[in-house]
């Protein structure tokens, strides 16, 4: 089993910067990508940015060069800087780690970011 706590977000007017960080604790192995996700639609979640254990980041094309995604290998925690928000990235955050060996996937709790002005 595997726990995953999110904290951060909040509200800020358009242009203004927020982060989210994330840990995971317990049976995570040597492996893993550990992300965000956003909550667009009832039932549907989109990539906002992940990293690997080796370091690769990932980001979704509507976030590149405004988000930055970081982690603590030693702690299993990650770390996402959102600078120049948008209205559109107004939405319902989850962090979410993906176990390579033997694979498996959980979700965080969600963290509200509201961009408004």
């Known amino acids: 089993q595997v726990h995953l706590v999110s904290s951060g977000g909040g509200s800020v007017q358009p242009g203004g910067s927020l982060s989210l960080f994330c840990a995971a604790s317990?049976?995570?192995?040597?492996?893993?990508?550990l992300g965000w996700y956003r909550q667009v639609r009832e039932n549907e979640r989109e990539l906002v940015a992940t990293?690997?254990?080796?370091?690769?980041?990932n980001y979704s094309d509507s976030v590149k060069g405004r988000f930055a995604i970081s982690r603590d290998g030693a702690k299993n925690t990650v770390y996402l800087q959102m600078n120049r928000l948008k209205p559109e990235d107004t939405a319902v955050y989850y962090c979410?780690?993906?176990?390579?060996?033997?694979?498996?996937?959980?979700w965080g709790q969600g963290i509200r970011v509201t961009v408004s002005s």
């Open positions: 979410n780690i993906r176990i390579f060996v033997p694979p498996d996937a959980y």
């Open positions: 317990g049976n995570i192995g040597g492996g893993y990508e």
């Open positions: 990293i690997t254990t080796s370091g690769a980041a």
